[in-house]
């Protein structure tokens, strides 16, 4: 039972350049996030997804856009790369809508230069 | 709006206890979290509270008022392994994260 994966772990771009960061999970959740983590912070929410089809912003969803074709999956993607898009990106699932443990995957590391 | 306040650092020695609080003013909330977050890693799920009161759970317990606000988790009988940033997150049918308290234990 993998969980929640994430590609790639590592990354450097330019800035500028587009990106995907790819997010799958295989638990059959309803709820998927995207986090991003910046040094000593805490995590703020980009977007998040109820089920297929169905996606949402969230705290900083700026220069970032999801979609969530099949349950399994929910692609981010950076477009236009900029430094301040530097940081640790988690994606996240939830069986339910609230009072449900979330998994997260190990994490991107992306660094903009 | 979210805001979720916790100390940003705690230090405390091997066996002994550690309490870090978690005060919260959110828009909804349907429950309270903890995870712990070792450097370079994934949160992991430590609790959850939905009623006020005390959940214990081994050496780990988290406490909730929801009338005032705030949260607890009390970490007994600290162990070198225990050094961890804890996140406390509110339940508002998702998941808004504090900043983190980065605990160090010391021999």
């Known amino acids: 039972n993998a969980g929640v994966t994430q590609t790639p772990k590592f990354r450097i771009l330019k800035i500028g350049q587009s990106m995907t960061l790819q997010c799958a999970q295989d638990?059959?959740?309803?709820?998927m996030y995207w986090y991003r983590q910046d040094p000593g912070m805490g995590l703020k929410l980009i977007y998040y997804?109820?089920?297929?089809?169905?996606?949402d912003k969230g705290e900083v969803p700026n220069g970032y856009n999801v979609s969530r074709s099949t349950t399994e999956d929910f692609p981010l993607r950076l477009e236009l790369a900029a430094p301040s898009q530097t940081s640790v990106y988690f994606c996240?699932?939830?069986?339910?809508?609230?009072?449900?443990?979330?998994?997260f995957g190990q994490g991107t590391r992306l660094t903009v230069v | 709006g979210q805001n979720i306040d916790q100390p940003t650092e705690m230090t405390a020695t091997e066996g002994a206890i550690v309490q870090i609080n978690c005060t919260y003013q959110?828009?909804?909330?349907?429950?309270l979290f903890w995870y712990q977050q070792h450097a370079g890693e994934a949160p992991t799920f430590l609790s959850y509270?939905?009623?006020?009161g005390l959940e214990e759970k081994g050496r780990f317990s988290s406490f909730l008022s929801r009338s005032k606000g705030y949260s607890y988790l009390l970490l007994k009988e600290l162990q070198m392994k225990d050094s961890a940033s804890y996140l406390c997150?509110?339940?508002?049918?998702?998941?808004?994260f504090g900043a983190g308290t980065t605990v160090t234990v010391r021999a």
């Open positions: 996240a699932s939830t069986l339910g809508s609230y009072g449900t443990e979330a998994f």
């Open positions: 997804s109820v089920g297929a089809g169905i996606t």
């Open positions: 638990m059959n959740h309803n709820y």
């Open positions: 997150a509110v339940d508002d049918y998702k998941l808004s």
């Open positions: 959110t828009s909804g909330f349907n429950g």
């Open positions: 509270n939905v009623l006020d």
